[in-house]
């Protein structure tokens, strides 16, 4: 009992931490994670200190959250976890706050966790200094990993792949084959990197086999960057420029996993047990919220972090020219997805997105305040339906869209979760629009895809008539087939 935190060992607070969770088992999606994930994320934090919850100031949280490394990789908690676990924390003190065990408030203070506000810029500078990944050798080893890795970021504004790929340089320059120690990188074979693209999960499906796209991704990473270290130049014993990589790469001759895709769409069916399952929940504000944020998803065809990052400010009235060449005044939105490198597009918002936008942020009491800075959407707390920033200023996070579409999708009974996921209102929404008549390239163009094998790959399920055979029976007519 001496290792429990205090949280576990206070029968008040140990009651408050588990009405906690079993609140957020009855509403799922409505946290920014599980209750399994929650409880061991809280006892994770109040771990090793033997202070209950209400003695924590808000500098003894901020400095927790920065102190508290992953596991796995010893690093310190990324800007987004980070993020999260303020979510959690802030939404359990918020619990606290309505929790009564003994006929008055457990929590009687102001909610001490602080979210961190930094400017864009300053996050990524941190998200920047801790992506060194070290290699033990020389300074021309290291310059290298170090624009390799500015070049990843440069090349797709994206942090969340900057992280990635810093994650799993790190992991295989840590070591070798069958746990053996770190080579220099001129010294690693084919036999160690097989060994680290099939080394088991350590996250997700903690333990187990890596699918293929793990592997694929994996693989992905080490030839980018092997390949940019045989393109870079260093100055050699001669004075003259020579490249940095002198032997053949460790990935030379090996290609990715074949991938088994799963071409999920909704039948219409599902659709309207889905969103009668939404329909069904009791608060109005999370209900008219999550009706839009799915109706989005289906109309507009957008990625559910696409969605998340809207801004007020990025939705603006306009003049388009319809099919017709007819001039009208649309709403618009400007969006920026995957792979774009912080490109931006403009898109027509479909009209009953901006409806059913317009009804919950009149009902949620956002809309008289909404500035260009606003998300569309944010969470409202436990008391008002939980989500990720409780404290309604705070855009949603894409985690509590998923589970809240787990929640619904459970709820109609009709839905196999196995085959069917949050990605599946995408596909659905392409595949609809097809069998209504839009055709490839204006459906691409709302969907942002660019290549056609990757757009291809929502559309191939579909029936497609074989529109030559007519030409063809005119064409062989005399061959009579009767």
């Not at 839009?292 to 957008?302: G, N, T």
């Not at 649309?330 to 936008?357: F, M, R, T």
Request: overall charge neutral; proline content about 6%; glycine content about 6%.
């Amino acid at each position: 009992m001496n290792d429990l935190p205090a949280l576990l060992k206070d029968d008040t607070w140990r009651y408050c931490l588990n009405s906690f969770i079993r609140a957020i088992g009855e509403q799922p999606g409505q946290v920014v994670a599980t209750p399994k994930d929650a409880r061991q994320i809280l006892i994770r934090f109040f771990a090793g200190d033997d202070r209950l919850p209400d003695e924590y100031s808000p500098e003894d949280i901020t400095a927790r959250l920065f102190a508290i490394t992953n596991p796995h990789t010893g690093e310190r908690l990324s800007h987004n976890t980070r993020k999260k676990w303020e979510a959690l924390l802030t939404a359990f003190y918020d619990f606290a706050a309505s929790c009564t065990p003994e006929g008055e408030p457990l929590f009687q203070q102001a909610n001490p966790v602080i979210p961190d506000e930094r400017p864009e810029q300053e996050a990524q500078e941190e998200t920047q200094s801790l992506v060194v990944v070290e290699i033990a050798v020389d300074e021309n080893w290291r310059q290298c990993m170090s624009d390799y890795l500015r070049s990843i970021f440069e090349r797709s504004s994206s942090k969340k792949s900057l992280t990635r790929y810093t994650h799993e340089l790190r992991v295989f320059f840590s070591g070798s084959a069958n746990g053996g120690p770190p080579k220099h990188p001129e010294n690693y074979t084919r036999r160690d990197v097989e060994w680290f693209i099939h080394r088991q999960c350590q996250s997700r499906n903690s333990g187990g086999e890596p699918s293929a796209s793990t592997r694929a991704s994996r693989l992905a990473v080490l030839k980018s960057f092997f390949k940019f270290a045989a393109d870079y130049t260093i100055e050699g014993p001669d004075g003259r420029p020579q490249r940095l990589l002198q032997t053949p790469p460790p990935t030379l001759g090996m290609y990715p996993p074949k991938r088994v895709y799963k071409f999920k769409g909704m039948s219409l069916d599902q659709l309207r047990a889905f969103f009668a399952a939404i329909d069904a929940n009791s608060n109005v504000i999370v209900r008219i919220r999550d009706k839009a944020i799915f109706m989005w998803l289906l109309y507009s065809l957008r990625r559910r972090a696409e969605l998340c990052k809207l801004t007020w400010g990025d939705i603006a009235k306009t003049t388009i020219r319809d099919e017709q060449g007819n001039e009208r005044e649309a709403l618009v939105y400007s969006w920026s997805g995957k792979g774009d490198g912080g490109n931006s597009h403009l898109i027509e918002v479909p009209q009953p997105c901006d409806e059913l936008l317009i009804d919950y942020l009149t009902v949620s009491g956002r809309l008289a305040d909404m500035t260009n800075a606003s998300p569309l959407f944010v969470g409202h707390g436990p008391r008002n339906g939980g989500g990720v920033g409780s404290r309604g200023d705070t855009a949603l996070d894409p985690a509590s869209i998923y589970w809240s579409f787990r929640s619904y999708a459970k709820k109609t009974g009709m839905i196999d979760l196995t085959q069917i996921s949050l990605h599946s209102l995408r596909h659905t929404g392409i595949q609809e629009r097809l069998r209504s008549g839009q055709s490839i390239p204006d459906t691409m163009k709302v969907s942002g895809h660019k290549s056609l094998s990757a757009f291809w790959r929502y559309a191939q399920t579909l029936d497609v008539a074989d529109t030559g055979v007519s030409l063809l029976e005119k064409r062989f007519n005399f061959l009579e087939v009767k």
